[in-house]
């Protein structure tokens, strides 16, 4: 307050100026009134120069650029009507409703607020097309203190340096913080090259020697740095300089603690932010004038419509409060951990095509795989040698020889399926590695064996978003796909169309000698994308890098050790995850000898592995925990078993904390068999992080591995509180290994802000890498929160200048850097405030007695929502051979001990019979498929067991006597009452246009057939698509008058008879309503019976008659003899039909005399409607309101008579009637007519008549479009192949009311 009183500006000139300010803002006075006001108060306290004029002196690019600022403020707050607009009305319309429940405070005067307080207003204003050129911008930024500038100081009270000078400090300050930055750097991965340049980090530096990659941290331009990345060209506010705090320590970046609530108002876009009197930043672009009316209507005078439906079932739930004795996290704050530095490999390929080619010329018949049968086939062995030729014969054949040479169907970078079953690893490998020389992005999926595979469809979704078009797969495996009655391969549900390639080498051909892939260096590129399947059964790609592909085979290469020519045993799946890892991509850099075990082998002999390794003298063998049980269950005491070979056995599902057991069971049944306990290596990988931590093969001499005894109540808390063995309800843990050499792992809180986790507190493994994923292929959201992640310190700091990805791993790092792994954030259930692990309860299930009454593999857990709350359900399938008595003794005992140990009840136990749930291509349950058979009841369990009183806590409170009338009393009471709470209403029709002069229908097309005789009105389709029939005015006219004389002559009825028309949909029908109107009958459309099934609708035409009182039945010759015939006689007698009159031969004489009514409230036509339930009713239709009906379908459709509608509706009620019959006489248009009942033998047949005729507008029943879906859903390729165009339709109104409502005159019969 100080520095404004010593201004030399008093008091009084400023809020004068400040009213200018909000005047003009408001548009209350004029650009030009607001600068000689301003003059004028100003004049007497700027500094005179000698020789400078009275007026105020402004310097040619100041006043350009204020100029123009002050005529775009004056855009956004003048009241000329130039500026008016309908839509920008309704958009405030809009902005008032959006911003009704906001609470309002006091209403001040507005003032501009600069971004940063040490610089001005036109410091954050950027050029754009309204405010001068370039030059002009920089001679105002070069100039010296403007006019502007200087009032901005005075009112404002920022120091005296003009906004050039700030800019110029701004940059510079920011220049030597990134040169600063830049010098700290830190060894990341292996690579040749690197161009990675990731949102709010500058493009880090590459270090080619043999493939050493350094990445250089730089400083992120943001004040949230929990926030997503923006992308590289989008806007943002200036980083705040003054905050920055250089630090010298390679990982972490300490900075002052970032508050939410000083942080300075962003700027949108080129518009300057402005600040109301409560606060709210808002842009002067929008009229200052409509921010205050917003801020004006914040608080409504009523209450919203909307607040009388508010659910209050949440208010009566029992909320549980939190119990302070509860266990917290006490330890101190965790620090990010680095793997030790990568060693330079020696004479290390470039790339993976680069060692594929060293090998393959180098050591052609070294054995790269060998793969085993169940069968009693030989081992085939494919050397180096043969997987380099086939490679190079299948990337030619990809790039040459599918599609023609100058429009080939696979270009490098298009992705493609790789369809392989498991007992192949062979094929598999020579199309990875032939997509990589194609430069073609390989994606393998399972092979789908049904239509109805689990999860297929997912898979379909995620090749269709990959844009895949070409499937690569083997003859065998093609053999076994389901076929079509045609030999092609079934299209699957949700699956893109596949051309499907087949790789053996008898169908490829021959490359030429004088073509060679183009080898490159590992790059950015994307190299291939493994799919994941989340929690909720959706599938996404992993997109992996060529450089991070490299950088994580020789991590590998670097942390298991591998040399050339070692023997690997794998049982995993090749095909992605750590199988994908070690077999296919680091056997190739190292030359490896990989074993492939098939997964159908080892259910059938599940110690085959461990005969490999003995017969092989492996070195390594990659397994999973399940693999050492089974080898345990079938394991028999064999002389020649000697496992003193290995130095490493790989446990790939180590971050299973329950995989232990398994490890220590197999130890101890093998280590007298030359198995030593330091070979036991578990790791913890996952497809976004790839392998994040692995424990190494270590020496007799070193420390032993790393284990912990943690209690799991503490767990469900997220807290790390170490216990004593002897307890039940205690969780062994083993660690999985440090981090991986040139990556650093930090530990962030699963919610919220990626905070560092403290030290005893359960968070996600986050890891920052050369060899990490890099996005979910086409979800950039997904991405940003999965791969670029900035971990923040509990001061709001960032802890590092480089980005993290989430593992989706849970854990926390243990003494001796080791880290631990407790459970999985898909298997995550928050019960009660609680969080417990899937594998967990599991594992507690599986502890009570699991072979004898259920299939140790076969159980899933997961959560359903009950009460805004999730309950546990557990769902196993049950052994043929176990009782329904034995089976509820053992769920009992589950549920007991999933009490004691976890504390927590299960809402659901269900056995299901053997063989029943969804399953995964190796033999797992599939999680998703089975939950989703859970919610919609069709799991059908032959034991199951419910207890939700012993899980469900938050029951609803019992409901208490309201002490006054609520808003739901009062909603029922204007109910009950009979009043309308809301209404809407159509336009007027009152008014009539000069050519509605006729109120009559039949006085309308009498008038049509004078005026207009050769205007077509009415086009019947047939069945082929073709033009079946079409009527003018005038024909229709001379049709009617003749049946007109037919009811006259042989009918003899006389005005007012009613007569029933059974016609099928067609012109007949319209020509019969118009021939009642000219004799004066009443007309009632009614349903032909159907000729197969006569005996159910011949009953309700009969009660049709009956009703309506029908004196004569007019149709055609062949429904007249469908009801003569004899299964029409068995369901109703023909004695018992009135008259019957047949309009195929009409006279040909004209009606003497037409029926005119007088009065237009007389009854026209009646409307018979069955329901869905069966009942009939009538509406009694006068002249007047069929009138008005049809002008409200005029005017709401806007039909004229140049117009064309296309109908494809049942004309019997309703506005199907309506539309059909009456309304292209009453405006005109001409209707193309679609019977519904032609739809089943043609199903394209509507779509067809709308792209023939293009029509803008059609009409069609829920039925059609049901039925055109579901029969033309596959088939759209080969209706564009034929022509089909919808491109020209408007809309598409689809009638789903069977009968008028019209207010005019409806009446009950």
């Not at 994580?552 to 690997?568: K, P």
């Not at 009620?1213 to 032609?1238: E, H, K, N, R």
Request: charged share 20%; glycine share 6%; with cysteine.
């Amino acid at each position: 307050m100080a520095d404004r009183d010593s201004l030399p500006l008093p008091l009084e000139v400023r809020a004068r100026l400040a009213e200018l300010e909000l005047e003009l803002s408001e548009g209350d006075i004029t650009q030009k009134g607001y600068e000689k006001k301003r003059s004028k108060l100003l004049q007497a306290y700027l500094p005179h120069t000698p020789g400078a004029e009275r007026r105020i002196p402004v310097t040619p690019s100041s006043s350009s650029s204020s100029s123009s600022r002050y005529q775009r403020r004056r855009s956004t707050g003048s009241r000329d009507e130039r500026y008016r607009s309908d839509v920008h009305s309704e958009a405030v319309q809009a902005a008032l409703e959006r911003h009704s429940e906001r609470k309002m405070a006091v209403l001040l005067p507005s003032k501009r607020r600069s971004l940063i307080g040490q610089t001005s207003m036109d410091t954050y204003t950027p050029p754009d097309s309204s405010s001068g050129s370039d030059a002009e911008g920089s001679l105002g930024r070069a100039g010296g203190v403007s006019v502007d500038s200087w009032i901005s100081r005075a009112l404002h009270g920022s120091p005296s340096t003009s906004s050039s000078s700030s800019s110029h400090s701004n940059s510079s300050a920011n220049a030597a913080r990134l040169a600063e930055t830049s010098m700290h750097t830190y060894a990341i991965g292996p690579m040749s090259h690197l161009s990675l340049k990731r949102r709010g980090l500058r493009e880090m530096g590459v270090s080619a020697e043999n493939g050493i990659v350094v990445r250089h941290s730089s400083d992120y331009h943001s004040d949230r740095p929990w926030s997503s990345l923006d992308s590289e060209d989008s806007l943002s506010a200036p980083p705040d300089i003054t905050s920055y705090m250089p630090d010298s320590a390679p990982i972490s970046v300490h900075r002052p603690q970032i508050s939410m609530i000083t942080r300075p108002p962003p700027k949108y876009g080129n518009a300057e932010l402005m600040e109301t009197g409560d606060g709210v930043p808002v842009s002067s672009r929008v009229s200052a004038k409509i921010q205050q009316l917003v801020n004006t209507l914040k608080r409504p005078k009523r209450r919203p419509l909307r607040e009388f439906f508010v659910e209050d079932f949440e208010e009566l739930l029992e909320v549980q409060q939190p119990d302070p004795s509860l266990p917290r996290p006490e330890g101190a704050e965790s620090i990010p951990i680095e793997g030790v530095e990568l060693e330079r490999l020696k004479n290390c390929p470039a790339s993976l095509e680069a060692a594929l080619l060293r090998w393959g010329a180098i050591a052609p018949k070294a054995p790269c795989l060998t793969t085993t049968h169940s069968n009693a086939k030989q081992p085939y062995t494919l050397t180096y040698g043969k997987l380099w030729s086939r490679s190079l014969k299948l990337a030619y054949n990809l790039l040459h020889k599918l599609g023609s040479k100058q429009e080939p169907i696979i270009h490098p970078g298009d992705r493609v399926a790789l369809v392989y079953p498991n007992s192949d690893p062979a094929a598999f490998m020579v199309a990875f590695y032939g997509c990589l020389l194609a430069e073609v992005v390989p994606v393998p999926i399972e092979v789908p064996l049904t239509k109805k595979d689990a999860g297929s469809q997912q898979i379909g979704f995620l090749l269709g978003s990959c844009g895949v078009t070409v499937a690569l797969t083997s003859d065998a495996c093609h053999k076994g796909l389901p076929k079509s009655a045609s030999g092609d391969v079934m299209q699957f549900k949700g699956w893109p169309k596949l051309l499907w390639v087949l790789t053996d080498s008898k169908h490829l051909s021959k490359p030429p000698r004088e073509w060679f892939p183009l080898i490159k260096d590992a790059n950015n590129d994307t190299a291939y994308i493994e799919y994941k399947t989340c929690k909720d059964g959706s599938v996404m790609g992993i997109t992996v890098t060529r450089m991070a592909m490299l950088s994580h085979c020789q991590t590998l290469t670097h942390t298991c050790g591998y040399s050339e020519a070692e023997t690997v045993v794998n049982v995993l799946d090749f095909k992605k995850g750590i199988g994908l890892w070690h077999s296919v991509q680091t056997s190739v850099l190292n030359m490896l000898h990989v074993v492939s075990v098939p997964y159908a082998l080892m259910k059938v002999n599940p110690l085959s592995w461990i005969q490999k390794v003995c017969q092989y003298k492996a070195k390594v063998a990659c397994v999973k925990s399940r693999d050492l049980h089974w080898a345990l269950m079938a394991h028999k005491e064999q002389p020649d078993t000697n496992m003193s070979s290995l130095r490493m056995l790989l446990v790939a599902d180590g971050s299973n904390p329950w995989s232990i057991s398994s490890c220590d069971a197999f130890l101890n049944v093998f280590q007298n068999m030359g198995l030593r306990s330091e070979v036991i290596c578990p790791c913890a990988g996952s497809p976004e992080a790839l392998t994040i931590a692995l424990r190494r093969p270590q020496e007799s001499s070193s420390k032993p591995a790393g284990r912990g005894v943690l209690s799991m109540t503490n767990l469900s808390h997220g807290v790390i509180r170490v216990d004593t063995g002897e307890k039940l309800s205690v969780l062994t843990l083993q660690d999985v290994g440090t981090a991986m050499p040139g990556a650093v792992v930090c530990v962030v809180k699963v919610e919220g802000v990626p905070q560092l986790c403290k030290a005893d507190e359960i968070g996600e493994i986050c890891v920052s890498a050369v060899a990490t994923g890099t996005s979910y292929y086409g979800l950039t959201g997904m991405s940003k929160n999965t791969f670029e992640v900035c971990p923040v310190a509990c001061d709001g700091g960032l802890v590092s200048d480089c980005v993290f990805v989430r593992s989706g791993l849970l854990g926390f790092v243990g003494p001796g850097r080791m880290i631990f792994i407790s459970g999985t954030l898909e298997g995550l259930m928050q019960v009660g405030g609680r969080k417990h692990n899937a594998d967990d309860l599991i594992a507690t299930a599986l502890a009570v007695e699991p072979m004898k009454f259920i299939y140790r593999g076969r159980t899933v857990v997961f959560s359903v929502t009950v009460l805004y709350d999730e309950r546990i359900v557990l769902v196993a399938e049950q052994r043929p051979d176990s009782t329904e008595e034995e089976s509820y003794q053992w769920m009992s005992r589950v549920l007991q001990a999933i009490d004691g140990i976890h504390q927590v009840g299960v809402y659901c136990l269900a056995l299901v019979p053997a063989n029943t749930l969804p399953k995964t291509p190796l033999g797992g349950i599939h999680l998703s498929e089975t939950k989703q058979l859970f919610l919609e009841g069709g799991l059908h369990p032959c034991s199951i067991l419910m207890c939700p009183h012993s899980c469900i806590t938050n029951l609803p409170k019992p409901r208490q006597k309201q002490p006054e009338v609520g808003p739901a009393s009062v909603m029922v009471g204007n109910l009950v009452a009979g009043k309308r709470m809301a209404q809407a209403s159509g336009r007027d029709l009152s008014h009539m246009e000069d050519n509605e002069q006729f109120l009559f229908l039949s006085e309308m097309l009498q008038w049509r057939a004078q005026t207009t005789p050769e205007h077509i009105l009415y086009t019947l389709i047939n069945s082929r698509g073709a033009v079946g029939s079409s009527l003018t005015c005038l024909q229709l006219h001379k049709r009617a008058e003749k049946i007109a004389t037919l009811l006259y002559e042989r009918g003899q009825l006389r005005d007012g008879d009613h007569v029933a028309l059974v016609y099928p949909p067609g012109l007949d029908l319209i020509a019969a309503f118009y021939g009642c109107l000219y004799a004066g009958c009443i007309p009632i459309t009614v349903r032909p019976p159907h000729p197969q099934n006569i005996s159910t609708t011949l009953p309700t035409v009969k009660m049709i008659l009956e009703v309506s009182r029908s004196v004569c039945v007019m149709t055609s010759q062949m429904i007249s003899k469908l009801l003569k015939s004899r299964d029409a006689s068995v369901a109703v007698d023909f004695k018992l039909w009135p008259p019957i009159l047949e309009t195929d031969d009409l006279p040909k004489r004209r009606c003497p005399l037409m029926f005119k009514p007088s009065d237009p409230d007389s009854l026209a036509y009646l409307d018979f409607s069955v329901s869905t339930t069966g009942m009939l009713a009538g509406v009694k239709m006068s002249h007047n309101a069929t009138s008005a009906l049809c002008r409200s379908v005029k005017l709401q459709c806007e039909l004229y008579p140049s117009r064309e509608v296309a109908v494809c509706l049942d004309p019997y009620c309703g506005l199907g009637f309506v539309l059909w019959c009456l309304c292209s006489v009453y405006a005109g248009q001409q209707s193309v007519l679609i019977s519904p009942m032609d739809l089943e033998v043609n199903p394209a047949l509507w779509l067809q008549a709308v792209s023939q005729f293009k029509v803008r507008d059609t009409f069609c029943s829920y039925s059609v479009m049901e039925l055109c879906t579901r029969s033309l859903s596959s088939l759209t390729d080969t209706l564009k192949a034929r022509g089909m165009d919808l491109t020209r339709v408007r809309s598409c109104v689809v009638v789903a009311e069977e009968r008028p409502r019209v207010a005019s005159d409806p009446v009950l019969l």
